[in-house]
C-alpha cells in the first residue's frame, strides 16, 4: 500500500500567467495536480474555461482528466509526498470535480497583496491538493501557512 501522493508539477513556456506565477514564487514551476494512484488521470484546478466531461458545459475549475492533458505543458515533473490515505486524497478530489468547484481567479491577486476574502467555494490548483489531502485525513502544511504555491508543495515531495 501506497503511503504517498503523487503530484505533477508543470511549467507552460511562453504563458504570461506562469511567468508571473514562477517570478514572484520564485520557483520554476506554476501549476501543480494530484497525480491518480495508477497514474493514468489527473485532478486539477484550472483558470482556463474546458468543456465538461460530464455535461458539456463550459466552465473552469477542478476536473478530473487523463493524464496527457499535464503532459501537453513544456515542462513536467512528478513526485511523491508522504500521505498516510492516498486513496482518500484522489476520492476527494473525484468529488470535488463532480461538485464543479470554481477555480479561485482572485487567488493571484490574495497572494501577491496578502489579502483573502476567504471564498472557500473556489480553488486553485495548489489548494485543491491541500483541500484535499486534508480531508483525506492529513494536513500537509501548518494552518498558519495562509498563501501557499505551488513551492510549498515541491519543498514537501520527494524524488519517485
Known amino acids: 500500500m501506497n503511503s504517498h501522493i503523487l503530484v505533477g508539477f508543470s511549467t507552460k513556456e511562453g504563458d ?8 514572484f514564487s520564485g520557483h520554476w514551476h506554476s501549476h501543480c495536480v494530484l497525480v491518480s494512484p495508477d497514474r493514468k488521470m489527473i485532478a486539477e484546478s484550472t483558470a482556463f474555461p ?3 466531461p460530464l455535461d458539456g458545459e463550459m466552465r473552469d475549475g477542478v476536473r478530473v482528466v487523463p493524464i496527457e492533458y499535464l503532459h501537453r505543458k513544456d515542462a513536467v515533473e512528478i513526485r511523491k509526498i508522504e500521505h498516510p490515505y492516498p486513496e482518500l486524497v484522489w476520492e476527494h478530489a473525484d468529488k470535488l470535480a463532480r461538485e464543479k468547484v470554481k477555480y479561485d481567479h482572485k487567488r493571484i491577486r490574495d497572494w501577491l497583496f496578502r489579502m483573502s476574502d476567504g471564498d472557500e467555494k473556489k480553488v486553485s490548483c495548489e489548494e485543491l491538493i491541500l ?16 498563501f501557499p504555491t505551488p513551492r510549498d508543495l515541491y519543498l514537501l515531495s520527494k524524488e519517485i
Open 50 to 52: 474546458f468543456p465538461d
Open 16 to 23: 504570461w500567467l506562469s511567468a508571473l506565477i514562477r517570478f
Open 131 to 146: 483541500i484535499c489531502a486534508a480531508r483525506g485525513g492529513h494536513a500537509l502544511l501548518p494552518a498558519d501557512v495562509r
